[in-house]
T-cell receptor
């Protein structure tokens, strides 16, 4: 499986500010995803990060609030914009598949970014 | 709405016993099923994947799938205190998008 890193690992931010989270993989992967895990809850998919095109967002998530970039096959960013305390969550990236081949249909998760908004 | 249901627990078992974790899903067309383990403060770690009806064994873990009943389970044999964690059931409901259950908290008592 790929080695996935995320930066920052945690942050405390003020209301109204924005935070960009980075996800780096040590090998090229076909698909990258961003999830949110609110306190005491399970994982919810925010969007699929598409290389070279706009991300595909799930119901309830919009690009203005969660802009995503994926400039290449090993890197993606998620920005949480105009934050409020309700955005306090763990944000996780996951990867699936190796570029040039078919998807393995199996996702592996990064270590997560714990965000607290005051 | 596509859903995955799990009993939140906690499920308490003594050390050495078999822990049985269950999951049901709503989309009859789902083809891929996964169990993840999540320790407190950590990210989910893949334990098992299963695609066909029946049992799949990997060490102390056995995943069971019954597509007709839309039911997936995970058995942990010889449970250890280190198995204490939240176990997440995830189902691929199309487009490689995983829908997660709420998770079952497992506590193994020594």
């Amino acid at each position: 499986s790929a080695v996935i890193s995320q930066k920052p690992s945690r942050d405390i931010c003020q209301r109204g500010t924005s935070l960009t989270i980075q996800c780096q993989v040590d090998s090229q992967v076909t698909m990258m995803f961003w999830y949110r895990q609110q306190p005491g809850q399970s994982l919810t998919l925010i969007a699929t990060a598409n290389q070279g095109s706009e991300a595909t967002y799930e119901s309830g998530f919009v690009i203005d609030k969660f802009p995503i970039s994926r400039p290449n096959l090993t890197f993606s960013t998620l920005t949480v914009s105009n934050m409020s305390p309700e955005d306090s969550s763990i944000y996780l990236c996951s990867v699936d598949g190796l570029a040039g081949g078919t998807s393995t249909d199996t996702q592996y998760f990064g270590p997560g970014t714990r965000l607290t908004v005051l | 709405q596509k859903e995955v249901e799990q009993n939140s627990g906690p499920l308490s078992v003594p050390e050495g016993a078999i822990a049985s974790l269950n999951c049901t899903y709503s989309d009859r067309g789902s083809q891929s099923f996964f169990w993840y383990r999540q320790y407190s403060g950590k990210s989910p770690e893949l334990i098992m994947s299963i695609y066909s009806n029946g049992d799949k064994e990997d060490g102390r873990f056995t995943a069971q799938l019954n597509k007709a009943s839309q039911y997936v389970s995970l058995l942990i044999r010889d449970s250890q205190p280190s198995d204490s964690a939240t176990y997440l059931c995830a189902v691929n409901m199309g487009g490689n998008k995983l829908v997660f259950g709420a998770g079952t908290i497992l506590r193994v008592k020594s």
